[in-house]
């Protein structure tokens, strides 16, 4: 397990390191550069600006340079955010997107998996339709659609709260509520599916038979193995909503790495566009990391050599 | 579990709620308070800023956002009134022929700072405090966009071009630096005279020191505290409002300035918000956090029916011009008579009204109302006249639709697809022509228009200061800077070299009149319409003084006249 463990973190390395090159050279490739805009930079300023940041520098030397300021720490600076660096935006950035998206995966996690016990347990009856119509309706709805939904709802007509911003409990709600609509339509579906497969299983039977309580049965037995594949979903899940919450973020003024990337983006920032994207490697293959030594905690079956 | 039955009617008990709810709460969007007309005990203003500045400082400035805030932190030498004539501001008066300011051969300005003026930290504002800003704008290390504007100064451009060919620049050391900027034309003579001497004689030049990229720098500040000298506690103010808190991509605080030696602001506290999206934002001024804020195009005609917002609607005169610009290097827009029949085959009116949302006024030449220069006169001759413009065609030589296929591109955001869409429609039904629409990322399609491999597109001009030379020279110049159709007349470059050089104003007007009627005779571009602004103002927001000026806040050359009623 620990040698599994061990090379696991090894190989982040090369990993990282491929997505960085990966990055860099589309980021070159593609049309139009941070200084490039409708009213255009005279030609003086374009040298002087590339000077400034080295982008007079050859592609290779740039990237090497990038790599060993990386491997300290230092991520550069942003072309649109000029007061801060690389590393400050996104140190600040990820602490608010991480928060919304752990509240929004704690909120689709409980609310999905409710829905999907409640209708595996009262297959085909009218609750059981009724949280299967919630589930498709949420699922359904864009985003952008359910937020502004929400906004006329609740901010517009009703006062009860803030528009956007955050920082405070009333600013968590709405968000927290457009981002986990969709996964949490989706773990009530996977959640009903893999209990009504584990009910039917005769362990079950057998466990009932036993004379135990139908809790115990549902939570010690049915749950534990119904687990896995929501667990599946549960890692990907978790990792999307940590890093791509970008139209939540954008419509609700929420100053997190999500709206920060995609701005980086259409902004040609490159110092941006090179830290958010380690970063996020980093973090996604971390998560994968988790889910799989999960897998080994929940399902005795599985061991890592 | 609880039992089929009492859920039903949880279920039913929710609808019936959310049915009440929005039936009640769908009245006026506005509770139509009394406002009285004394001052409100608490005197705080938000307005959206709408994103993160990418700077507040004045020498790196060229986005709006940044601009709006870089003019309550700073004061410049000259300023505007509201009419948008140069006043003075740290200058004691504006340099003239008359009063000694601009020497007899038009090479020398004067500039006598006021003596009471300090910084927000009790430093008295002195004439080296601008001497260093202006060289620090020009030095190839700081990478200035707007170092190019002041290249009239003797010496500017060689220090900023440094490096030598733009193409293939090549390093300098700090000697060279140093003797390249001591050679600039920017002097204080002592603690409250500035001498700048120019190249050659250039009488707007006197706007060059009412905008933002040269207002006053502390070195001691800039030099001694790195990067962060334009956080708060640190960052040091000559303008009306000081920066008090900066919870970045959230919001700014601004709060009066003690040592601006102008009347205070009555605004306490200026909140600057950051809400990106447009609709948001409209939802927080329906939602009482903000107090002014843009109404989004689609949502004007409700505001104008609601019997309370109706009375909230503020609309102003933006200085901006929108247009459809010709490649004039390639066929068939190399033929004037060409230019002139597209010209003549967009219903402008008709564009105001469907395209625009009816925000705009129509517009026939480049420079629009509120700027020195207006002439609604001028253009006239290029009106929606279909018939006329296929006359035109085929006198050029294309009559029987043997008109190459046109191109439109344009970067995919905002109201430019609209905008596209419409002209194709009516270049196709009105020319018989064939128009095919290419949306390009916005970065790709900057790239595109600057490697000049456009055939015709939707684009918008605005202006650095209210006066022609900042609209002509510029965007038609042979060898303007954002030329980038390639348009080059010969007469039009005379008429702007002899403009500049004239120092009566009223002569200068009448050289620009006849460099813009060129513009209109040779169809350089399809004028259509001049830009306007609509807002939703709160009634208890009182004196909020909107000009064309406005980069990136609503009224923000004048926020100190600004005030709130109790409500």
Redesign the interface.
Same mark, same amino acid.
């Given at each position: 397990m620990t040698g599994y463990l061990l090379r696991r973190i090894l190989y982040l390395g090369p990993v990282l390191f491929a997505v960085a090159l990966i990055t860099f050279l589309l980021m070159h490739a593609?049309?139009?550069?941070p200084w +490039?805009?409708?009213?255009?930079? /005279? $030609?003086?300023?374009?040298?002087? @600006?590339?000077?400034?940041y080295g982008l007079?520098q050859p592609l290779w030397r740039q990237f090497v340079t990038f790599i060993g300021n990386a491997l300290h720490g230092d991520l550069g600076v942003s072309?649109?955010?000029? =007061?801060?660096?690389v590393s400050d935006l996104l140190r600040?950035?990820f602490l608010t997107t991480a928060t919304l998206g752990l509240l929004s995966f704690v909120v689709a996690m409980c609310l999905g998996l409710t829905l999907g016990i409640v209708a595996s347990?009262?297959r085909n009856?009218? @609750?059981d339709r009724?949280s299967s119509i919630i589930a498709a309706s949420a699922a359904s709805m864009p985003t952008f659609v359910l937020g502004?939904f929400l906004? !006329?709802?609740f =901010? !517009?007509?009703?006062?009860w709260l $803030?528009?956007?911003?955050?920082?405070s409990p009333e600013q968590a709600i709405m968000p927290v509520i457009a981002l986990a609509a969709l996964p949490m339509a989706y773990i009530a579906r996977i959640t009903r599916a893999s209990m009504l497969e584990v009910l039917s299983e005769e362990y079950i039977l057998t466990a009932r038979s036993k004379g135990l309580r139908e809790p115990v049965v549902l939570l010690r037995h049915a749950m534990r193995n119904a687990l896995i594949p929501i667990l599946t979903v549960a890692g990907p899940i978790a990792v999307s909503l940590v890093t791509g919450s970008f139209i939540v973020e954008?419509?609700?003024?929420i100053?997190g790495t999500g709206?920060?990337f995609v701005q980086g983006v259409?902004?040609?920032d490159y110092g941006v566009i090179m830290g958010a994207t380690l970063f996020y490697a980093l973090l996604v293959a971390v998560a994968n990391l988790a889910v799989d030594l999960l897998y080994a905690v929940v399902d005795p079956r599985i061991r890592y050599g | 579990?609880p039992s089929?039955s009492k859920?039903?009617l949880l @279920?039913i008990g929710m609808t019936a709620v959310l049915a009440a !709810?929005?039936t009640s709460?769908?009245g006026d969007?506005e509770k139509a308070k009394p406002s009285g007309e004394g001052l409100a005990p608490v005197q705080e203003l938000r307005l959206n800023l709408g994103e993160?500045p990418?700077?507040? +400082?004045p020498n790196?400035a060229f986005d709006g956002v940044s601009i709006g805030v870089v003019r309550q932190l700073y004061s410049g030498l000259l300023a505007f009134d509201e009419d948008l004539n140069l006043v003075p501001a740290l200058a004691s008066e504006v340099p003239s022929q008359s009063n000694g300011g601009i020497s007899a051969d038009g090479l020398t300005y004067t500039f006598k700072l006021r003596e009471d003026a300090k910084w927000s930290d009790g430093q008295p504002i002195t004439a080296a405090d601008v001497e260093y800003s202006a060289k620090r704008l020009l030095d $190839?290390?700081?990478?200035?966009?707007y170092?190019?504007v002041y290249f009239d100064i003797k010496g500017a451009a060689e220090y900023?071009?440094a490096?030598g060919d733009?193409?293939n620049?090549t $390093?300098v050391d700090e000697a060279t630096l140093a003797g390249l900027r001591d050679a600039v034309g920017v002097e204080a003579v002592d603690e409250h005279t500035l001498r700048v001497t120019l190249v050659q004689p250039r009488y707007t030049v006197v706007y060059l020191a009412a905008i933002w990229p040269i207002y006053p720098l502390r070195q001691d500040i800039v030099e001694g505290l790195g #990067?962060a000298w334009?956080?708060p506690g640190k960052h040091v103010s000559s303008g009306p409002f000081v920066l008090s808190e900066w919870v970045?991509? #959230?919001?700014m605080t601004l709060t009066p300035n003690p040592y601006w030696y102008g009347e205070q602001p009555k605004i306490q506290k200026l909140v600057l918000?950051?809400?990106? +999206?447009p609709?948001?934002a409209y939802?927080?001024y329906?939602? /009482?956090?903000l107090d002014v804020v843009a109404v989004p195009p689609s949502n004007i005609k409700s505001a104008e029916g609601d019997s309370n917002l109706s009375q909230q609607l503020v609309r102003s005169v933006d200085m901006g011009t929108l247009a459809y610009e010709f490649n004039v290097q390639a066929p068939p827009f190399d033929d004037p008579k060409v230019r002139q029949a597209f010209a003549m085959a967009i219903d402008r009116e008709a564009l105001v009204d469907k395209v625009l949302f009816g925000v705009g006024e129509v517009a026939y030449s480049l420079i629009p109302p509120g700027t020195a220069g207006y002439d609604p006169s001028v253009g006239q001759e290029l009106a929606y006249d279909p018939q006329k413009a296929r006359e035109l065609l085929t006198e050029a030589g294309y009559g029987d639709g043997n008109l190459p296929d046109v191109t439109i591109q344009f970067?995919d955001v905002g109201g430019n697809r609209l905008s596209a869409e419409f002209a194709q429609g009516q270049f196709e039904e009105n020319l018989g022509v064939n128009v095919k629409l290419e949306p390009l990322?916005?970065?790709?399609?900057?790239?595109?228009?600057?490697q000049g491999q456009f055939m015709i597109v939707p684009?918008?001009w605005?202006a650095d200061y209210p006066d022609p030379d900042s609209w002509l020279p510029q965007n038609f110049g042979t060898e303007g800077?954002?030329n @980038?159709a390639g348009y080059s007349n010969a007469e039009f470059d005379a008429l702007v070299q002899q403009a500049v050089a004239e120092p009566d104003p009223e002569k200068r007007l009448a050289l620009w009149s006849q460099a813009q009627q060129l513009l209109v005779d040779d169809a350089a571009a399809i004028f259509v319409s001049y830009r306007e602004r609509v807002r939703l103002v709160k009634p208890y927001v009182k004196n909020l003084i909107l000009t064309g000026m406005d980069a990136g806040l609503d009224g923000e050359l004048f926020l100190t006249e600004t005030y709130i009623v109790e409500h």
């Open positions: 593609v049309s139009g550069g +490039d805009h409708n009213k255009p930079f /005279d $030609p003086v300023t374009v040298a002087n @600006l590339n000077h400034k007079d072309y649109t955010n000029q =007061s801060r660096p600040s950035g347990l009262r009856s009218l @609750l009724a502004v906004i !006329v709802l =901010s !517009v007509r009703l006062h $803030p528009t956007g911003g955050w920082g954008s419509f609700f003024s100053p709206r920060l259409f902004a040609r | 579990m089929k859920l039903w @279920l !709810v929005f709460a769908c969007n993160e990418v700077t507040i +400082d790196l $190839p290390e700081t990478a200035s966009s170092a190019p900023a071009m490096m733009p193409e620049p $390093p #990067d334009t956080e970045h991509n #959230d919001h918000k950051m809400i990106g +999206d609709n948001a939802a927080a329906l939602n /009482d956090e970067a990322e916005p970065r790709a399609f900057a790239a595109t228009i600057m684009i918008g605005g800077g954002n @980038l």
